[in-house]
């Protein structure tokens, strides 16, 4: 039986000093806490001012999903601590769901769940969504490579707050529209200069053809380039873009990574062309705040 402990924003950075260990798997749990998240909380099953026990659950809650790590998901397919870790992630997640304020019932999201724990998953929690995904590692160091230059008539920025609508349109995630607008500066965007319909010949209003969010863990997200302008390296702009922002926002240690549809044939080969190295296996759980009752 777990007991969660929250750790406040002071104890962050010892907080980190425990995930370091168990990378570049912890990555995406590591990125969330050296990146500027004021509105993640997180609760582990052990307190700060403990020693680290060899079997361990951490939890972020984000708000509109949570995300686990346990600390055997690091190491080998051991029978003894693959059980003790799946009945700790399951008490841990019992707890959270449990302690919920009634506001916050429905369906929620767990993840990125590591693979190792996808079949319990389904097998103990009936969810009404499951969706398996490949993370995808940047390359390590920073990105000093030389700029790509752009096409004739393309310009680079920020997504703007009326493409949100058209951005979800194109996404595979149905993320809430308030939290890609809170994530517009931790976005690129490519637009096209197309002639104005207004009273005014010589302005022109740029037309969003490219995308890509980072996300509040570092992960690189809702990339999409519109069909009339792929093949043109757009997506490798972006890309580029991102990652050396996130270097510059998260400073020592942070790494980009990428979780990409199992069934995402074209952008896994294009990660991978990049040098991004695809690597261990996620899902993202749906699943009633009721069937935790009884875990």
Sequence with gaps: MSHLHHWPPSSLPLLASHLAPH????????NTVLLPNPTVTFHATFPPNA???EVWVLLADFGNQVRPFCSVESGDEDGGKQEEGEKLLLSALGEWFRALP???????????VHERWIPVMRRRLNPTHVGEYRTHLAPEGKAEREARRLPEGVSVGEARPEDIDEILSTSEVAHPPSYLLSRLPFSTALFLATPSSSSSPSAEEPLLIASCFTHRDGCLGTLHVSSSHRRQGLARIIIEAREKRLQEQG????RGFAHVAL???ESRGLMRAMGWEENWGVAWVRCERSVWLGV
């Design 51 to 53: 020693s680290t026990p």
């Design 23 to 30: 990378l570049p798997v912890s990555l995406p749990s590591y």
């Design 263 to 265: 069934r995402n044939e």
């Design 102 to 112: 009634a506001e916050r019932d429905g369906p929620i999201s767990i993840g990125a």
């Design 251 to 254: 400073g020592e240690g942070v």
